[in-house]
């Protein structure tokens, strides 16, 4: 895998490309001279880690023939104060309507989450605490 990044300006604005020629903007905090173009690298850890145990959660849910209507995440994560403000833990909210039976859902999620995303187990490898819930049709199961 390889992704290649070019810098868009004489501030802190980039390009990266990945896989298919996709196309990525990536800026800084305005404290070191971002834009607003861009998302912010830390941003993307947290959007990596909802796209890659969410690909899995709607896979699973699929494959059981459940239907869902909607589907989103709210992640929050917290950062350490010290230098480099790493994440110290991460929370995810995955929002299901459909026609959902909710110990599959509970199930998928915990497969999703904790077997098969790459990005969780690196991110849990260096020491950051991932929790996640879930809400079908409005309620937190």
């Known amino acids: 895998m390889k992704v290649e990044l070019n810098r868009m300006n004489d501030a802190v604005h980039f390009e990266a490309v990945g896989t298919g020629n996709i196309k990525v903007q990536i800026d800084g905090s305005p404290e070191i001279g971002g834009l607003g173009l861009g998302v912010r ?3 993307m850890i947290l959007m990596a880690l909802a796209s890659c145990s969410s690909l899995d959660l709607v896979s699973i849910l699929k494959k059981q023939r459940q239907v869902i209507e909607k589907f989103s995440v709210a992640v929050d994560g917290k950062r350490r104060e010290q230098i480099p403000t790493i994440f110290t833990h ?7 309507t459909g026609t959902l039976d ?4 509970a199930k998928a999620a915990e497969l999703a989450v904790k077997k098969y995303c790459s990005v969780h187990d690196m991110l849990v490898a260096g020491g950051v605490n991932i929790t996640y819930s879930i809400e079908i049709n409005g309620n937190v199961i």
């Open 90 to 96: 991460i929370h995810l909210l995955f929002k299901l």
């Open 102 to 105: 909710a110990p599959k859902v």
């Open 41 to 43: 690298p830390m941003e």
